[in-house]
Nanobody, 131 residues
Framework: QVQLVESGGKLVQSGDSLRLSCVAD????????IGWFRQAPGKEREGVSC????????YYADSVKGRFTISRDNAKNTVYLQMDHLKPEDTAVYYC????????????????????????WGQGTQVTVSS
């Protein structure tokens, strides 16, 4: 059974940094496409950053480019989202998602990070940035 567990979310101040972790259980993360998504109250879920299987390609939303970095630690079967220079508009529940299909690999490598392409989801972790 595929399970994803996010952690690291908390209340921080504008300009602070935070690192979110996504630990995989039941599968090897390196072989899967991984995405970080977020959803703020009253807004649709949006793709923040995606990385294709075997680190073939990465995607960042324009709103986080230059501030957020996605990475993997294969030894720990964990994917991270390093978030620097946080802004109040980054406040949201952050979700980690995974998908093993080649279809998703192709789309991530083409520069897409869409929630509908990801099949397995974590429970989310709250990030709140105060001004």
């Amino acid at each position: 059974q595929v399970q994803l567990v996010e952690s690291g979310g908390k209340l921080v101040q504008s300009g602070d940094s935070l690192r979110l972790s996504c630990v995989a259980d039941g599968f090897t993360l390196d072989s899967w496409n991984i995405g970080w998504f977020r959803q703020a109250p009253g807004k649709e879920r949006e793709g923040v950053s995606c990385i294709s299987s075997h680190d073939g390609g990465t995607y960042y939303a324009d709103s986080v480019k230059g501030r957020f970095t996605i990475s993997r630690d294969n030894a720990k079967n964990t994917v991270y989202l390093q978030m620097d220079h946080l802004k109040p508009e980054d406040t949201a529940v952050y979700y980690c998602a995974a998908d093993v299909r080649e279809y998703t690999t192709v789309y991530v490598n083409l520069g897409h990070c869409r929630s509908r392409d990801f099949h397995s989801w974590g429970q989310g972790t709250q990030v709140t940035v105060s001004s």
